[in-house]
C-alpha cells in the first residue's frame, strides 16, 4: 500500500512534528495544578515515553519518506533525546514542575527506540516510500 500523496514529501513530516514540539512546549510550560490526573505511581513516565514515540514516529516517517531510513535510525533517537534533556531543563522554569528529572528523559530517550520499532513497522507496512 504506498503512502498518501500529501505524505510521501519530508516536509509534511518535519511541519508535523514541528505541531507535535509546540504542544510539547505549551504542555511543558504548564504549571503542575493543571497537569492531568495520574492513577498510578510514575504514569506520567508512560506518558513521556508515549509522547516521545509518537513525536520520533513522526521523525522517522520524515526519514523515510527522504529516503534516509533506515541507514540514519539513530537520527530518530538522537532528536529524542536531545528534545527530552532541553525538555526537563525547559520545566525547571513552570511553576511546581518536577524538572531535571532523568527517568523522565530515560522515558523520552526510551520512546526514541519505541519510534524506531514503530517507524520500522509503518516502512515495512507502506514499501517503498515513493
Known amino acids: 500500500m504506498p503512502l498518501p500523496p500529501i505524505t510521501r514529501h519530508p516536509l509534511f513530516w518535519f511541519l508535523a512534528w514541528l505541531g507535535w514540539f509546540g504542544f510539547l512546549l505549551f504542555c511543558s510550560s504548564r504549571p503542575a495544578t493543571q497537569l492531568t490526573f495520574h492513577p498510578f505511581n510514575h504514569f506520567d513516565k508512560l506518558e513521556h515515553s508515549g509522547y516521545f514515540t509518537a513525536g520520533s514516529t513522526l521523525v522517522g516517517l520524515g526519514l523515510f519518506t ?12 538522537l532528536v529524542a533525546a536531545c528534545v527530552g534533556a532541553w525538555d526537563e531543563w525547559f520545566q525547571q522554569f513552570s511553576l511546581g514542575r518536577s524538572a531535571l528529572d532523568q527517568g523522565d528523559w ?19 507496512k507502506f514499501g517503498k516510500r515513493g
Not at 66 to 77: I, S, T
Open 66 to 77: 527522504a529516503g534516509w531510513w533506515p541507514r540514519r535510525w539513530w537520527v530518530v533517537v
Open 106 to 124: 530515560i522515558a523520552d530517550t526510551t520512546g526514541g527506540f519505541l519510534g524506531c520499532g514503530v517507524t520500522l513497522w509503518l516502512a515495512g
